[in-house]
């Protein structure tokens, strides 16, 4: 079911999944992204084991493609768990107007929602990429000074300045920074210098 593009683009592949390997989770969906992140990575050690294996070509001269193996357990080891006594203001920026922006945890739901939201057919333009950066932020911000009309607020993030937007997405940066690692030290087969591999967070290549 994991591996069915359909139902993992609908969000039923994980649905059906979490209901049917860890049931005391109701609502998975409504977890936080990183949190499903951190027990697929659990799932994919206690289906296959330990070790994963990733075929990687490092951009050293001559490099040539070879397979790594990464261990599961030490990915999760590194997760990084978040500060609760740090959250509420983890997820408040102040802008220099002195507008106070909340902002909410992505779920995985906001990410299958952005994901269906995608149209690979439309033609990138300054005004797409435009819209796709306000879709981007707005699906994080709960309210702004307490507005929490979304049509209010995508007028809002039309108008303000473009640095601020970027204190924004600076600040989107700083919810992300705890969670599941997908990052593997390894050591180049060609060069022999200290690489990082990054493990592919896609479910659909994470079991395959």
């Known amino acids: 079911m994991i591996r069915t593009p359909d139902l993992l683009f609908s969000g039923e592949a994980v649905n059906k999944v979490f209901s049917r390997c860890m049931p005391q989770i109701l609502k998975p969906l409504d977890l936080l992204a990183k949190d499903v ?8 050690k206690v289906t296959y084991g330990d070790e994963m294996e990733l075929i990687y070509t490092h951009d050293c001269k001559d490099a040539e493609e070879h397979s790594y193996v990464v261990n ?16 509420e203001n983890i997820y408040k920026e102040t802008l220099p107007n002195d507008q106070i922006v909340e902002l909410r945890p992505t779920t ?15 033609t990138i333009t300054p005004e797409v990429e435009e819209q796709n950066l306000i879709e981007t932020v707005m699906s994080i911000i709960e309210s702004v000074d307490g507005i929490t ?17 970027n204190q924004l997405k600076g600040a989107i940066e700083k919810t992300s920074d705890w969670g599941p690692s997908f ?3 390894k050591k180049c087969k060609d060069c022999k210098k200290n690489i990082k591999i990054e493990v592919p967070a896609n479910p659909i290549s994470f079991f395959s």
């Open 149 to 165: 009309d979304q049509d209010k607020i995508s007028e809002w993030l039309k108008v303000i300045k473009s640095k601020w937007i």
């Open 37 to 44: 992140d951190f027990l697929l990575i659990v799932l994919r």
């Open 108 to 122: 995985y739901g906001n990410i299958i929602k952005m994901l269906q939201s995608f149209d690979p057919k439309r």
């Open 72 to 87: 599961l357990a030490e990915l999760i080891r590194k997760s990084i768990r978040i500060n609760p006594t740090s959250v």
């Open 183 to 185: 990052t593997a030290d």
